[in-house]
T-cell receptor
């Protein structure tokens, strides 16, 4: 059973607000990822981390930042939310080679 | 460039067998994973192939041919609960590139 958590599960905010999406895992995994997924569409990599103090940008990283101060925690921050950010955000960590465990996701709506 | 192709939709009846294909073109390749995602839910891991051949886990089997840049997921004894989207994903060293997904509808 994968133990990876995301909060909030749902969020509705206004344009221009700064928000942080939380992700935590209790499995001790070094590698963690953030994906963006629109309904019925593929996953797009936003950011990833190979361990503490390691962060890298993915294909869709503009306007967001991440930090990895602790192994278990990998928050994603949108500095100024826009309606184009409306989507589902999925956090994942990698355990056994080839296996990614996903959190339940955060559904973000920007008005 | 990187690209993965999957059929957009597949429909089958309960009890049948269905095969969902995935072809890929990526800069690196370490293995092919399969994930299931129900509407409104998060992807869950099904299988991973690093070497050519067939891997079987219960009703699910996954196949890989690296020379053909091709893989498939086979579901047997289909059940209504198998209705979901199925994504293939290529592992490129530490990262994963996901395909567009195949939406499977299982009819009674």
């Amino acid at each position: 059973e994968a133990d990876i958590y995301q909060t909030p599960r749902y969020l509705v905010i206004g344009t221009g607000k700064k928000i942080t999406l939380e992700c935590s895992q209790t499995m001790g995994h070094d590698k963690m990822y953030w994906y963006q997924q629109d309904p019925g569409m593929e996953l797009h990599l936003i950011h990833y981390s190979y361990g503490v103090n390691s962060t890298e940008k993915g294909d869709l990283s503009s306007e967001s930042t991440v930090s990895r101060i602790r192994t278990e925690h990998f928050p994603l921050t949108l500095e100024s939310a826009r309606p184009s950010h409306t989507s589902q955000y999925l956090c994942a960590s990698t355990g056994t080679v080839g296996t990614q465990y996903f959190g339940p996701g955060t559904r973000l709506t920007v008005l | 460039g990187q690209s993965l192709e999957q059929p957009s939709e597949v429909t089958a009846v309960e009890g049948a067998i269905v095969q969902m294909n995935c072809t890929y073109q990526t800069s690196g390749f370490y293995g092919l994973s399969w994930y299931q995602q129900h509407d409104g839910g998060a992807p869950t891991f099904l299988s991973y192939n690093a070497l050519d051949g067939l891997e079987e886990t219960g009703r699910f089997s996954s196949f890989l041919s690296r020379s053909d840049s091709y893989g498939y997921l086979l579901l047997q004894e289909l059940q209504m609960k198998d209705s979901a989207s199925y994504f293939c994903a290529v592992r490129e060293d530490q990262n994963f590139v996901f395909g567009p997904g195949t939406r499977l509808s299982v009819l009674p």
